[in-house]
């Protein structure tokens, strides 16, 4: 049973440096095997070019696939993976064609396990434990009115003018500004072209309470049917959002005017300019720390009147071990990809696992990654 490991990026690392000091038989695959070996020929010598071809020849039944390559790559790969009666792990939100997979996947009896990451990822781990703890609480009620966020941020440690720093390429944050999103607020769904047209104030219950900036990201709404919401609940309000440092869009503001008028090849090109700009100004520098907060919140009320609220809160930060965000991306994938050898998800298209017993090991081992991870009891 092996573990091909495919993608070692910034993100990848530590969860992958994991797996192979846990004595697991992985091969890694990289583009370039250079950039592997660095990361982790201290480990192992079991690096390879990737190749699609290639991959295929190595490829055995019960093998597990994992995608830490750009989102093109990962329908491809499980569609391999299911060829050859292997399973396929990704950190990625799961795509439509992703999804439809689905039959096939259970018909080859291989698990397709997507959206194991920080964001997707811990966050939905802390919504299905929220949620299972509410619905056994003796507050619960089908006649509450629910209230949902789910808000998760990385950025710098230190703020900066710019109120932003990047990891990786810039180019993914500009293109995800002209993204459109749908939430709910005030029982009603909020259709938002931009991110900038909904941004509103978040108070974040950190040890010292802290106000970011949080605005909607992608479509929140099937993700009340992944989160076990039931139908008939009458929900105020749903969103699954992104946080920024107060500041961050009076900084951006330029920005945001810009982008608003690109279009076409020519606005493509102009991004790429604005990208390598941003990358030169505004990257992390070698060795300094970044931040990731993420905080998921669950309120349900009853008469106006508050009867249950709890809200899982996650402040974490580079240190010597590697960057937050990494850590947070590349530990889930690691456990879920045990977790598939364990036989503890089941055939399909998977996301992160809603199991109490998986919920628990895995954020027990994300306290470890985190600087602060604790469950508020507002009404407590």
Known sequence: MTIHWCGTG???IPGLRRLLEAGHDVAVWNRTPEKAREAVGDLTTNIHAFSIANLAQML???DVVVSMLPGDWHVELAELAISKGAHFVSSSYIAPEMRALDDKAREAGVALVNEVGLDPGIDHLMAHALVQDYKASDAYDAENHISFISYCGGIPKTPNPFRYKFSWSPLGVLKALRSPSRSVRDYSELRVDR????ISSYDA??????SFEVYPNRDSLPFMAQYEFEEAWPVKEFVRGTLRLNGWSEAWADVFKEVET???EAGDARLKEMSDQFWDENAYDEGEADRVVLCVSLKAEKDGKVVWHKTYVMDAWGDERSTAMARLVSYPVSFAI???MNRQIPAGVHAAPSDPKLIE???GEIGKLAQHLEIIDHAG
């Open 361 to 363: 090991k895995w954020m």
């Open 195 to 198: 991110p900038w047209d909904a």
């Open 338 to 340: 045990e977790a598939v």
């Open 60 to 62: 055995s039944p019960e």
């Open 205 to 210: 219950p950190l040890p010292i309470p802290e």
């Open 10 to 12: 910034l993100s990848a």
């Open 262 to 264: 690109l279009e076409g």
